[in-house]
């Protein structure tokens, strides 16, 4: 059985930084892109970053242009967890942050950037 298990949310300050995760069980951690999806009040989901499988993209990582160089996506192999650090600078990065891989998703954890 597939499962995600995400967590790490909570309140930062515009400025802060913050380390979501993603604990992954059920299957081969290395064969399936695995992405981190948000959505902000009132928007639709916004795709934010991602690794590909191992056997597709080389387990390149890949970044959305409203994150590229603020955001880093990292994983654990040991672990088969992902994270997402999260360097914050405005509040439009209040969202439900999630993990994704193939059709199944982990929980949302509420990330609120606000002084």
């Known amino acids: 059985e597939v499962q995600l298990v995400g967590s790490g949310g909570g309140l930062v300050q515009p400025g802060g930084s913050l380390r979501l995760s993603c604990a992954t069980s059920?299957?081969?951690?290395?064969?399936?892109?695995i992405n981190w999806v948000r959505q902000a009040p009132g928007k639709g989901p916004e795709w934010v970053a991602a690794?590909?499988?191992?056997?597709?993209?080389?387990?390149?990582?890949y970044y959305a242009d409203s994150v590229k160089g603020r955001f880093t996506i990292s994983r654990d192999h040991a672990r088969n967890t992902v994270y997402l650090q999260m360097n914050t600078r405005k509040p439009e990065n209040t969202a439900v942050y999630s993990c994704?891989?193939?059709?199944?998703w982990g929980q949302g954890t509420q990330v609120t950037v606000s002084a």
């Open positions: 059920g299957f081969t951690f290395e064969n399936y892109d």
């Open positions: 994704n891989v193939y059709k199944y």
């Open positions: 690794f590909a499988a191992i056997n597709r993209g080389g387990g390149g990582t």
